[in-house]
């Protein structure tokens, strides 16, 4: 017998969010996740994914990947401390800081266990965390882990954040304070004020922190938000993620050596969950390797990411303040975001609706993002698309 007390909450929760345009359907894709997709058997321009260069499908990982599992096998076996440590791990390791332009690297199963892993392992409840009310959930629950102080301040508001800087650092109830970020934002595509950041951390002896998962491939001609800031021996932490750009899994950490070697023995996802496969190593380096050879897909995704903006905007639909290729399209009303998505992938469109919890309530919109692997001809019949449905339902 199950607990009613369960199905109670269960059921009540759910039909509250189903009421207010809230509860999200999980819409399977029949195949690879590229510029176009296939849903319960419709071909659909994709605007949602975040494979930003299109490497999530490109044949030179595809092979790298292929050759790991006949080497390696598919699986790495254990933890990364006892002896799930492949050289392949070590290799991928070793490129991303010559990528980051750091000492060292450690990579981990995911963004989210970055962010789990690094934050707790050096701040805990003697410290206090100084994060961006819009940062990730990721960044928000590593620092709910750390037992530390969480001190929000306004989104790039760098006014508020010196003055909670000043007071956490003058009250001496702390041993340490952090202050932490996204790169880029991922829900409105702006980019964190680093150099007045870092600034701010100078004088106070801050630990600065970049969350970089939406900005690495993207801005600093591929090499990341930092890098384009020329920040790189000014910002501590810099976490980046193996599934967005880089098109296949997993995360890293770059820094000093020291701080790596601390995370290697005190961060519980590298020390307690098992290495990622052989073949997403491998196929992680590649894709590094390919971003350092050439700029060729960075400069081709800010190409369509431009390209789709003006369409947007020309139409009169909202589109934010992104200074990146994610574009968002603020419609407001939660219900109304996922009747436009639902009508858009109708017209032959997937862009997806993205409502509360990851956007704050009543500014419920679609995410659009354009990839490298896009051609002129698929956006303009995404603009098409937008401008037949806006005028349906009297957006524009």
């Given at each position: 017998m199950t607990s009613k007390a369960l199905d109670t909450f269960l059921n009540e929760n759910l039909a509250d969010l189903k009421a207010h345009g809230l509860y999200n359907e999980i819409d399977p894709v029949q195949g690879a996740n590229g510029a176009k997709i296939s849903i319960n058997g419709k071909q659909l321009i994709n605007l949602s994914s975040n494979n930003y260069l299109g490497l999530a499908t490109d044949e030179r990982l595809k092979q790298v990947a292929k050759a790991a599992v006949e080497s390696h096998g598919v699986g790495a076996g254990a933890v990364r401390t006892i002896?799930?440590?492949?050289?392949?791990?070590?290799?991928?390791?070793?490129?991303?800081?010559?990528?980051?332009?750091?000492?060292?690297v450690i990579s981990y199963q995911s963004g989210f266990n970055c962010n789990m892993a690094a934050i707790s392992a050096v701040m805990d409840k003697n410290d206090a965390i100084l994060s961006d009310e819009l940062n990730h959930a990721s960044i928000i629950d590593g620092c709910r882990l750390s037992?530390?102080?969480?001190?929000?301040?306004?989104?790039?508001?760098?006014?508020?954040?010196?003055?909670?800087?000043?007071?956490?650092?003058?009250?001496?109830?702390?041993?340490?304070?952090?202050?932490?970020?996204?790169?880029?934002?991922s829900m409105d595509g702006d980019v964190a004020k680093l150099p007045e950041i870092v600034e701010i951390a100078e004088e106070f002896d801050l630990i600065t922190y970049v969350d970089d998962a939406h900005g690495s491939g993207v801005l600093g001609k591929g090499a990341g938000t930092v890098k384009h800031f020329g920040l790189q021996d000014k910002v501590d932490l810099q976490?980046?993620?193996?599934?967005?750009?880089?098109?296949?899994?997993?995360?890293?950490?770059?820094?000093?050596?020291?701080?790596?070697?601390?995370?290697?023995?005190?961060?519980?996802p590298f020390l307690f969950s098992t290495a990622v496969s052989p073949a997403d190593a491998a196929a992680s380096k590649k894709a590094v390797e390919i971003l350092m050879e050439s700029t060729e897909l960075h400069d081709k995704l800010w190409e369509n990411g431009n390209y789709l903006k003006a369409g947007l905007k020309k139409l009169g639909f909202n589109i934010g303040d992104s200074e990146t290729p994610i574009t968002p399209c603020i419609i407001g009303d939660e219900k109304a975001a996922q009747e436009f998505s639902t009508r858009l992938a109708d017209a032959g469109v997937y862009a997806k609706s993205i409502v509360f919890p990851t956007v704050p309530k009543g500014t419920g919109r679609v995410r659009n993002m354009p990839t490298a692997a896009h051609t002129k001809e698929m956006l303009d019949e995404a603009i098409a698309a937008y401008e037949k449905v806006g005028k349906e339902m009297g957006l524009i």
């Amino acid at each position: 017998m199950t607990s009613k007390a369960l199905d109670t909450f269960l059921n009540e929760n759910l039909a509250d969010l189903k009421a207010h345009g809230l509860y999200n359907e999980i819409d399977p894709v029949q195949g690879a996740n590229g510029a176009k997709i296939s849903i319960n058997g419709k071909q659909l321009i994709n605007l949602s994914s975040n494979n930003y260069l299109g490497l999530a499908t490109d044949e030179r990982l595809k092979q790298v990947a292929k050759a790991a599992v006949e080497s390696h096998g598919v699986g790495a076996g254990a933890v990364r401390t006892i002896n799930g440590t492949l050289n392949l791990h070590i290799e991928l390791e070793q490129k991303l800081a010559e990528f980051k332009g750091t000492e060292a690297v450690i990579s981990y199963q995911s963004g989210f266990n970055c962010n789990m892993a690094a934050i707790s392992a050096v701040m805990d409840k003697n410290d206090a965390i100084l994060s961006d009310e819009l940062n990730h959930a990721s960044i928000i629950d590593g620092c709910r882990l750390s037992r530390a102080k969480v001190i929000r301040f306004g989104h790039s508001d760098m006014e508020d954040l010196r003055q909670k800087a000043k007071e956490a650092v003058e009250s001496g109830l702390y041993n340490k304070v952090m202050v932490i970020t996204d790169g880029v934002f991922s829900m409105d595509g702006d980019v964190a004020k680093l150099p007045e950041i870092v600034e701010i951390a100078e004088e106070f002896d801050l630990i600065t922190y970049v969350d970089d998962a939406h900005g690495s491939g993207v801005l600093g001609k591929g090499a990341g938000t930092v890098k384009h800031f020329g920040l790189q021996d000014k910002v501590d932490l810099q976490m980046g993620t193996l599934s967005k750009a880089i098109g296949v899994i997993g995360g890293y950490v770059a820094g000093k050596a020291n701080l790596i070697d601390w995370l290697k023995v005190r961060s519980r996802p590298f020390l307690f969950s098992t290495a990622v496969s052989p073949a997403d190593a491998a196929a992680s380096k590649k894709a590094v390797e390919i971003l350092m050879e050439s700029t060729e897909l960075h400069d081709k995704l800010w190409e369509n990411g431009n390209y789709l903006k003006a369409g947007l905007k020309k139409l009169g639909f909202n589109i934010g303040d992104s200074e990146t290729p994610i574009t968002p399209c603020i419609i407001g009303d939660e219900k109304a975001a996922q009747e436009f998505s639902t009508r858009l992938a109708d017209a032959g469109v997937y862009a997806k609706s993205i409502v509360f919890p990851t956007v704050p309530k009543g500014t419920g919109r679609v995410r659009n993002m354009p990839t490298a692997a896009h051609t002129k001809e698929m956006l303009d019949e995404a603009i098409a698309a937008y401008e037949k449905v806006g005028k349906e339902m009297g957006l524009i």
